[in-house]
């Protein structure tokens, strides 16, 4: 089946880093999701993205729709210890109203 | 308010046992799910249900059936219940289609 390739799988970043991280598919999305899933908690929704090539901004964090809408990337910027977490792509795509997850990518803070 | 809440929290039962978890939104939504996330943490999406259609996924076994006595409840059934079932359920909701789900806090079954 369809899988979501999330780059990297982890990270170890100082406090203060900006943070980058990306999601990937062999085929094309309509609509690309970012989740942040703290320990023993659901995963929340952080930002949504519905066209090609959108850049949108949710306080510190941005994300990009990939223009080939087969990829999308999430930027953190002068991280914080809170927030580490996992953080999981999603796409949904309208041929066959399918939906996946991300393989997720966990974030260490070091204060 | 809790906006998706999940009933237990932890359920730890012996194989062959069946079991439920409950699933509730206060959000008006018309559409939930269910989701397993293994060991790994790898999100895999069960069933997504409005009161039009039941989706289920081809992978999913049919011991497991969710059920919705009204548009706010989706509960899951699971019945003869395998080692391999262990993982945290999640329920979710959204007001239409996969888009901006809301996530419960999850249930984390064991089996024994």
């Known amino acids: 089946g369809q899988q979501l390739n999330q780059s990297p799988q982890s990270m170890f970043i100082q406090e203060g880093e900006d943070v980058s991280m990306n999601c990937t598919s062999s085929?094309?999305?309509?609509?690309w999701l970012w989740y942040k899933q703290d320990p023993g908690e659901g995963p929340v929704l952080l930002i949504a993205?519905?066209?090609?090539?959108e850049l949108t901004s949710n306080g510190r964090l941005t994300a990009q729709f990939g223009i080939t809408r087969k990829d999308s990337f999430l930027n953190i910027s002068a991280s914080i210890p809170s927030d580490v977490g996992i953080y999981f792509c999603?796409?949904?795509?309208?041929?066959?109203?399918?939906?996946?997850f991300g393989t997720g990518t966990s974030l260490t803070v070091i204060p | 308010d809790t906006a998706v809440s999940q009933t237990p929290k932890y359920l730890v039962t012996q194989m062959g046992n069946d079991k439920s978890i409950k699933c509730e939104q206060n959000?008006?939504?018309?559409?939930m799910y269910w989701y397993k996330q293994d060991s790994k943490k790898f999100l895999k999406i069960m069933f997504s249900?409005?009161?039009?259609?039941?989706?289920i996924n081809e992978t999913v076994p049919n011991r497991f059936s969710p059920k919705s006595p009204d548009k706010a409840h989706l509960n899951l059934h699971i019945n003869s219940l395998e080692l391999g079932d262990s993982a945290v359920y999640f329920c979710?909701?959204?007001?239409?289609?996969?888009?901006?789900?809301?996530f419960g806090p999850g249930t984390r079954l064991t089996v024994l």
């Open positions: 249900y409005n009161n039009k259609e039941l989706i």
């Open positions: 999603a796409g949904f795509t309208n041929t066959g109203n399918q939906f996946y």
């Open positions: 959000l008006g939504h018309d559409t």
């Open positions: 993205l519905y066209k090609a090539g």
């Open positions: 979710a909701s959204s007001q239409e289609g996969f888009n901006e789900q809301f």
């Open positions: 085929s094309i999305f309509n609509t």
